[in-house]
C-alpha cells in the first residue's frame, strides 16, 4: 500500500465482531491483575515485556519498511499506552473492576473531538445519540451493583486518568494504521510501553522479579488476553472501522467484565445490570448503524 494512501473504513458488520471479541480479551485484564501477587505497575511492566519475543515471529519480515519517523512515533504511542496500563493497573487497588473498566473506557470524550479536527471525521446524524445512549447504559449497568465509598473516588480518579492515555494510544494506533500492521504496531510500541513501566515501577513500587510458576501465569494470560490478542485484534480494527465507532465498541468491556464477574465468581447480575448490558448493546447497535448508512450513502 501507498504509504501516502488513505485506507477506507467500510464499518464492516465482520469487523465490528472482531473488535467486539478484542474488547472480551481486554475485559479479562481486571482479572488478570487480581490474580497477580506483584506490585500493579510491576504486572503491567511484564505483561508487555512478554509480548515482545512473542509478536517477534509475526513482525520481523516487516520491520525493515518501517521508516525511523514510524519507530519514533511508535516509541512514544507506547508511552500512552504504558501510562493507561500502569494508572488502570494502579486502580484495581482502590475501585471496583466494573468502575476502572467503565471509567478508563470512556475515550470517546477524548477521541471524538480530536480526531474531528486532526482527521477530518465527520460525525454521522444520529451517532451521538448511540454514543450517549451507550454511555446510559453503562451507568444503569455500574448503578445496579455499586454504590461508591470515601475510598473509591482515588481508584476512579486513576481510571479516569487512564482513558486519556487510552485515547492516545488509539489516535496514535489509527494514524499509522493506514501504512503499517497492527501487531507491527504493537510490537515496536512495547518497546515504549516497557521502557516506561519499568523506570514507573522502580521508582513507584520497587522493581520485582517473579518467583515462581504461581506468579507467572496470571502474567502470561495478561500478555496473552490482552497484549497478543486483545490490543493487537484492536489496533488491526483501527484499519477497519472509523475511531469514533470503535471508541463506542470499546464501552461494552464495562457490560463484558460483569458478565465475567457472574459467570467465574457466581456474582448476582440485579435487574438494573441486565438492563444496562442491554442498553450498552443497543447503543452500539444504533451508532454501527448511523456508519452503515453513511456508508452506503457515499457508495450512491
Same mark, same amino acid.
Given at each position: ?6 485506507r477506507?473504513?467500510?464499518?464492516a ?26 506490585s ?10 512478554f509480548?515482545i519475543p ?16 514510524d519507530?519514533?512515533i511508535l516509541f ?25 473498566n ?6 470517546p ?6 480526531s474531528?479536527?486532526?482527521f ?5 446524524r ?5 454514543a450517549?445512549i ?7 449497568l455500574?448503578?445496579g ?5 470515601t475510598?473509591?473516588y ?12 487510552y ?14 500492521e497492527s ?14 513501566l519499568?523506570?514507573?515501577?522502580s521508582f513507584?513500587?520497587?522493581? /520485582?522479579?517473579?518467583q ?14 490482552? /497484549? ?6 484492536l ?11 470503535s ?20 456474582e ?6 441486565i ?8 447503543g ?12 452506503? /450513502?457515499?457508495?450512491q
Amino acid at each position: 500500500m501507498n504509504s501516502n494512501s488513505k485506507r477506507i473504513r467500510k464499518n464492516a458488520t465482520k469487523d465490528v465482531v472482531i473488535e467486539l471479541i478484542a474488547v472480551a480479551f481486554l475485559a479479562t485484564g481486571g482479572i488478570w491483575v487480581k490474580l497477580s501477587t506483584l506490585s500493579p505497575i510491576n504486572t503491567g511492566f511484564y505483561r508487555v515485556l512478554f509480548s515482545i519475543p512473542l509478536l517477534f515471529p509475526m513482525v520481523y519480515k516487516h520491520l525493515k519498511y518501517i521508516s525511523k519517523k514510524d519507530v519514533i512515533i511508535l516509541f512514544f504511542a507506547g508511552i500512552f499506552l504504558a501510562g493507561d496500563v500502569a494508572l488502570w493497573n494502579l486502580s484495581f487497588s482502590y475501585t471496583s473492576v466494573a468502575n476502572a473498566n467503565l471509567l478508563t473506557n470512556l475515550t470517546p470524550f477524548t477521541v471524538i473531538p480530536v480526531s474531528y479536527f486532526l482527521f477530518k471525521e465527520k460525525i454521522p446524524r444520529f451517532y451521538l445519540v448511540g454514543a450517549v445512549i451507550t454511555l446510559i447504559g453503562v451507568f444503569i449497568l455500574l448503578g445496579g451493583k455499586t454504590s461508591p465509598g470515601t475510598t473509591n473516588y482515588f481508584g476512579d480518579f486513576l481510571a479516569f486518568l487512564a482513558s486519556f492515555f487510552y485515547a492516545g494510544f488509539l489516535l496514535i494506533s489509527y494514524h499509522l494504521r493506514d501504512r503499517i500492521e497492527s501487531s507491527v504496531i504493537m510490537f515496536v510500541s512495547a518497546f515504549g510501553s516497557a521502557v516506561a513501566l519499568f523506570f514507573a515501577s522502580s521508582f513507584i513500587e520497587g522493581f /520485582q522479579v517473579p518467583q515462581n510458576i504461581n506468579q507467572v501465569l496470571p502474567l502470561v494470560g495478561l500478555t496473552l488476553c490482552l /497484549q497478543i490478542i486483545g490490543h493487537n485484534l484492536l489496533a488491526h480494527c483501527q484499519g477497519k472501522i472509523s475511531i469514533n465507532l470503535s471508541s463506542v465498541i470499546c464501552l461494552t468491556q464495562p457490560a463484558l467484565a460483569t458478565v465475567y464477574a457472574f459467570v467465574l465468581f457466581k456474582e448476582t447480575l440485579s435487574v438494573l445490570e441486565i438492563a444496562g448490558i442491554f442498553i450498552v448493546m443497543a447503543g452500539v447497535y444504533i451508532a454501527k448503524n448511523q456508519y452503515s448508512l453513511k456508508e452506503e /450513502q457515499n457508495q450512491q
